[in-house]
């Protein structure tokens, strides 16, 4: 077995939530693993609106409100994949 293995361009990659990323219905992961869907985001007011979900991509928990900018620094990922 190769000492580093690497995924293929564009397929199973993972990087940082930016801003320009977010959008309703968009599925963040953090460094634990934990999963949540963005359901309402509100770019003028710098609002978004999220629910945690479980193993099965259900709603886990209620409705929680960040502002964009604390969200995005609590270190939320993305697939590569989601903001083409």
């Known amino acids: 077995m190769p000492d580093q293995t690497q995924a293929p361009a564009g397929k199973g990659t993972v990087r940082k939530a930016v801003a320009a990323d977010l959008k309703v219905g968009l599925i963040c992961a953090d460094h634990d693993g934990n999963r949540i ?3 309402r985001l509100d770019v003028s007011a710098g609002v978004l609106e999220y629910h945690f979900l479980n193993d099965e ?5 209620g409705i929680q409100e960040s502002s964009v ?3 995005l620094s609590e270190g939320w990922y993305v697939s590569a994949s989601a903001s083409l």
């Open 69 to 71: 900018e604390k969200f």
């Open 37 to 39: 869907r963005i359901d």
């Open 57 to 61: 991509l259900r709603v886990q928990e």
